[in-house]
């Protein structure tokens, strides 16, 4: 099956054909290091993000998802609000041809000792990498967005592609 797309701020990005996608997205950061994942959907490199259930807040996903995806359990005390990412131009289309702007709450962590990791059934790779080796990785574009705001907003000169 063909990979996801992600676009950002791409004239050639379809419309969306379905009502917008809203969920979280975590940095997870170790010892001045950023915790990426390899997506099975895209083949991109990201944070861990994903939709949000009716039922639960944007805290909740973000720890739900980092659980999924990571193995991680997350302190909700140590869980940080960051920024909303709501530019319409966020855009995801699906192999099965839909098309969604996708609205992520981002929230960053920052842990106090290496984790047990187990990759999720959505990844294939985990790994934590310094913030100035991220254009190393071929990030997925919503993802790279959240990434540069946050190295910004943290004093960290770094652009990411």
């Given at each position: 099956?063909p990979?996801?797309?992600?676009?950002?701020?791409?004239?050639?990005?379809?419309?969306?054909?379905?009502?917008?996608?809203?969920?979280?997205a975590?940095?997870?950061l170790?010892?001045?290091?950023?915790?990426?994942?390899?997506?099975?959907?895209?083949?991109?490199?990201?944070?861990?993000?994903?939709?949000?259930?009716?039922?639960?807040?944007?805290?909740?996903?973000?720890?739900?998802?980092?659980?999924?995806?990571?193995?991680?359990?997350?302190?909700?005390?140590?869980?940080?609000?960051?920024?909303?990412?709501?530019?319409?131009?966020?855009?995801?289309?699906?192999p099965?041809?839909?098309?969604y702007?996708?609205?992520?709450?981002?929230?960053s962590?920052?842990?106090?000792?290496?984790?047990?990791?187990?990759?999720?059934?959505?990844?294939?790779?985990?790994?934590?990498?310094?913030?100035?080796d991220?254009?190393?990785?071929?990030?997925s574009?919503?993802?790279?967005?959240?990434l540069?705001?946050?190295?910004?907003d943290?004093?960290?000169?770094?652009?990411?592609?």
């Amino acid at each position: 099956m063909p990979p996801a797309l992600y676009y950002l701020h791409d004239p050639k990005a379809p419309s969306p054909n379905r009502p917008a996608r809203f969920g979280s997205a975590v940095i997870i950061l170790y010892q001045g290091q950023v915790l990426l994942e390899k997506r099975k959907d895209s083949c991109h490199w990201g944070i861990v993000s994903g939709d949000i259930h009716d039922e639960e807040t944007f805290a909740e996903c973000a720890i739900r998802r980092t659980m999924e995806e990571t193995g991680i359990h997350l302190d909700r005390n140590r869980l940080f609000p960051f920024r909303l990412f709501d530019d319409p131009s966020r855009i995801v289309c699906f192999p099965d041809g839909n098309i969604y702007r996708i609205v992520h709450v981002a929230f960053s962590i920052t842990l106090q000792q290496m984790p047990q990791m187990k990759v999720g059934k959505t990844s294939y790779e985990l790994k934590f990498v310094d913030p100035m080796d991220l254009d190393d990785f071929d990030l997925s574009p919503v993802n790279a967005d959240i990434l540069k705001a946050f190295f910004l907003d943290q004093h960290i000169l770094h652009t990411i592609r």
